[in-house]
């Protein structure tokens, strides 16, 4: 696709040795676009381009170390088992206790980010208990937050992380105070 530059800006890559560079400009159909390239064949192996994970490195703008999105991915699966174990159970009743198709909206809806209307419009002709057991698949790590405080849950963090450094990163995550 092509790119017409207007203006660019560099940084030093993560190493120091080349830079990162943002280009701005429009594409071929006269769009704002821009372009974030690092220009460091050492950086470029060891980082990708993921902003989603930015919170993870300092600011590279975006990169960020591929091994830290792996232990990043790591972390939230060993948490996300151990939940899965303990609460699994509270989610599932808290489910069963939703009387209609609304209340399981309501309990699912913070994940989904759909209105009432398309959820009755996806829901039509599903059954309540089918719309409980598709629910039950919302337990996931970044669900957490949302499942404990709807099942009224307060989780035992030592139970699911085993150092203080993830038990930090597991109360940010959760919405919880954390004190440095
Ligand atoms: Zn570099």
Redesign the pocket.
């Known amino acids: 696709m092509a790119f017409d530059e207007d203006s660019r800006k560099t940084f030093p890559?993560?190493?120091?040795?080349?830079e990162i560079v943002l280009r701005y400009g429009s594409d071929d159909r006269g769009n704002y676009d821009s372009r974030n390239e690092l220009s460091?064949p050492?950086?470029k192996a060891l980082y990708v381009h993921e902003p989603m994970y930015a919170d993870l490195s300092e600011d590279n703008h975006g990169w960020v170390l591929k091994s830290l999105i792996e232990e990043d991915r790591k972390f939230k699966a060993g948490v996300e088992q151990k939940a899965k174990e303990l609460y699994l159970s509270s989610w599932v009743y808290r489910l069963g206790l939703a009387k209609n198709k609304k209340e399981i909206w309501a309990l699912t809806r913070g994940n989904a980010g759909i209105c009432l209307k398309t959820f009755y419009k996806w829901s039509d002709g599903k059954s309540l208990d089918a719309l409980r057991k598709e629910a039950e698949r919302e337990f996931y790590y970044g669900n957490l937050k949302r499942i404990f405080i709807v099942c009224f849950v307060k989780p035992d963090l030592d139970a699911l992380v085993t150092n203080e450094q993830d038990k930090k990163k597991l109360m940010k995550d959760l919405g919880m105070i954390v004190n440095s």
């Open positions: 890559c993560p190493c120091g040795k080349g460091c050492e950086c």
